[in-house]
């Protein structure tokens, strides 16, 4: 009897041949990023009006992640992990008064990451950006999540952290920097076996651009309990490691013994960002839409013991030509694509190998 392969589907040898033809033609002209081996992509700095920036701790994996609305964006969220670590995302709930975000953190540390907004709030009442309280003060708005990385990070972010992140901050040609960076510093996957079996996770950034002037892009943490898997092969990219080399492939994991998974280790987090106007709850059913493309790279994904959240940030600054689905279904286009190069730019530690650091890469 022909025993079940993931690998077997409309994406199958034939359609990994083509890509892979395509990808030495992109190489030979120059368009493909050597860091994570695929044409380059702009990434969430493309928007107009969005700014991003990484503080990594030198001597620790760890740090925070900062995209930063310049004049405010409208703000959704959508969280489907089970173990969350968020702080503000009920500010974002469309009956919610204030309508605009200022900015938005993604750290390492789990709950006490949380102190690194502390930073963001501070950089941007020094830029008098905020919702405004009076003629002379302004409360800024920067809702944030967390990945667990206490076992691999060797500190937590602090308010610091994020200051400098988001000092730090670039927008328009500046591409936001890839792999074991910021937030992603200290990300792993694949721990379905547990840690010994896992490999390095990583942050990741995508756009894409319309003739008709719509942006979305968006810039993930990967900190995934399960595997990441290229849906345009079916193949494994990242994942648990199998004890004679090659990947244990979650697909199969999960149709054995069900695995022991410790609750809270595990999360993807992520921003998409559009210069598309939308309202409050448009950009929550955009981030909701942006869900699909981490289902569609993480596998399994939004499980009860992780905190899978995605934020959305519509700046308005394209007033037509667009439709709120379109929008959507291309946040979770880039929020894929992201997901692959974040694993595919990681680097190494000790006991938890990167992409690149497998026989073949």
């Not at 033609?25 to 009006?49: E, M, N």
């Not at 943490?221 to 648990?240: K, L, Q, R």
Request: proline share 6%; charged share 15%; with cysteine.
């Amino acid at each position: 009897m022909r025993t079940w392969d993931p690998r077997r589907s409309v994406f199958g040898p034939a359609a990994h041949r083509g890509r892979a033809v395509a990808g030495l033609v992109a190489a030979v002209l120059g368009l493909v990023d050597p860091a994570v081996g695929q044409a380059p992509s702009p990434g969430i700095t493309a928007v107009p009006g969005i700014r991003a920036g990484h503080f990594t701790y030198a001597s620790a994996s760890t740090g925070c992640t900062v995209v930063i609305a310049d004049g405010g964006a409208v703000g959704g969220v959508d969280v489907r992990g089970g173990a969350p670590g968020t702080v503000e995302t009920d500010l974002l709930n469309p009956v919610a008064a204030v309508q605009t975000v200022n900015a938005v953190l993604l750290a390492g540390g789990s709950a006490f990451g949380l102190s690194a907004r502390d930073g963001v709030v501070r950089y941007l009442e020094g830029r008098d950006e905020g919702f405004r309280v009076g003629e002379d003060m302004v409360v800024p708005i920067v809702p944030g999540a967390v990945i667990f990385d206490l076992r691999v990070a060797g500190a937590r972010p602090g308010p610091e952290c994020g200051y400098q992140a988001a000092t730090d901050a670039a927008g328009g040609a500046e591409r936001l920097a890839e792999g074991s960076v910021g937030a992603g510093a200290g990300a792993t996957v694949g721990k379905l076996r547990g840690m010994a079996w896992a490999m390095k996770g990583g942050a990741g950034t995508a756009s894409v651009a319309l003739e008709s002037g719509l942006v979305v892009g968006a810039v993930v943490v990967v900190n995934a309990v399960g595997d990441v898997i290229d849906p345009g092969t079916g193949e494994v990219v990242a994942g648990a490691r199998a004890d004679a080399g090659g990947f244990a492939d979650a697909r199969r994991i999960l149709r054995g013994e069900a695995p022991s998974v410790p609750p809270g280790r595990n999360t993807t987090i992520g921003v998409v960002a559009t210069n598309a106007r939308l309202t409050q709850s448009q950009a929550t059913k955009v981030a909701q839409m942006a869900q699909d493309g981490l289902a569609r790279a993480v596998v399994p994904s939004h499980t009860p013991g992780d905190g899978d959240t995605i934020f959305s940030l519509a700046t308005g600054r394209l007033e037509s030509g667009f439709d709120t689905g379109q929008v959507g279904a291309l946040a979770a286009e880039v929020v894929t694509e992201a997901i692959l190069r974040a694993v595919r730019a990681a680097s190494g530690l000790p006991g938890l190998p990167a992409v690149k650091d497998l026989p073949g890469s």
